[in-house]
């Protein structure tokens, strides 16, 4: 049986329990609109000074029953619990947030849509631009696939050793270029700074920021000065958080046409040259309405999974692949482990089952 007073005390608990909520509710509701004042003013959220100030204020009166100590570690929670709700808020008024970021129609990429819905687009050509012939043959390949594709080939290289080969540069672009007109084809090419930009984007109908560059703030801020569509590469040791953050300086300098491309992260495994890290894609697309696509060569550094990784990335939701494909991977300047030769692309799009490629033109393969 339980003491009459017991049952007293445990009501007047109750309704302290209620008083704190209801002030520790008006608190926080205080501290969002301190938030939003100071995003206006563009300050920082967080002011360890001011935090300090109202901990000393808070115990240097004589304390009891609970200790300075005691009180200082619930307020450092209360405190703590109020700045993760203006973490909150500011996330849900990044630009990248945004559901309505991809017209309809998609976005536009040369002559093709992307993230248009109807099937994932495919990015698809060799790691650099190497020959005239080569680009050519690959090309005329890439046009022969089925669905929405754009050709995708490096002619600014950024390459870990200074003595591997670097690129074409402009010729590069050049051959790009005319390869793809040859063809009809949309392009995708990186670009390394800001240097080049203009070059690059006067040749290519989207630029590709790489995972080297993707902290590069001033690059991404004149990218997105450049109104191009961007295919924005997750950096090998980036947060998803710090990969939306990139996009949003892109997205803040007005251009919202962004394309995410998860393509591996760096962890201890050996096996894949990176690790493809899969959650990323529907993550990605619950924290933005950003296509997302996926760089199965980058990410994997081999060729002979690549079917059921394609399989496993369009199943999370993927809206397009990247695949370098090579007519001679064995003799590739860079990247020859993970090119495809075409013969075993074109068996692998009509496995995934987005329509029957004609096979490779006679000779190559
Ligand atoms: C590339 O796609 O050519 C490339 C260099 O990839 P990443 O930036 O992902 O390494
Ligand atoms: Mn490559």
Known sequence: MSHPKLGELRQEINGLNEQILKLVQERARVVVEIGRLKRELGLDGFDPLREEEMLRDLTTKELAPLSAADVKTIFKSIFRAALEIQDR?????????????????????????????????????????????????IAEFVARLPGTKVLRAGAFKPRTSPYAFQGLRVDGLKLLRAAADRYGLATVTEVLDTSTLDVVASHSDMLQVGARNMYNTELLKAIGRSGKPVLLKRGFMATLEELLLSAEYILNEGNDAVVLCERGIRTFERATRNTLDISAVPLLKQATSLPVIVDLSHALGRTDIMLPCARAAIAAGGDGLMMEIHNAPDRALSDGMQQMTLDECARLVAALGLGHAKSAPEGVA
């Open 89 to 137: 808020e500011r996330e849900r008024q990044l630009r990248v947030s945004r559901r309505d970021l991809v017209p309809a129609h998609g976005i536009r990429v040369g002559n093709v849509a992307v993230g248009a819905g109807g099937g994932p687009a495919l990015f698809v050509g060799p790691c650099s631009v190497e020959t005239a012939d080569q680009i050519d043959t």
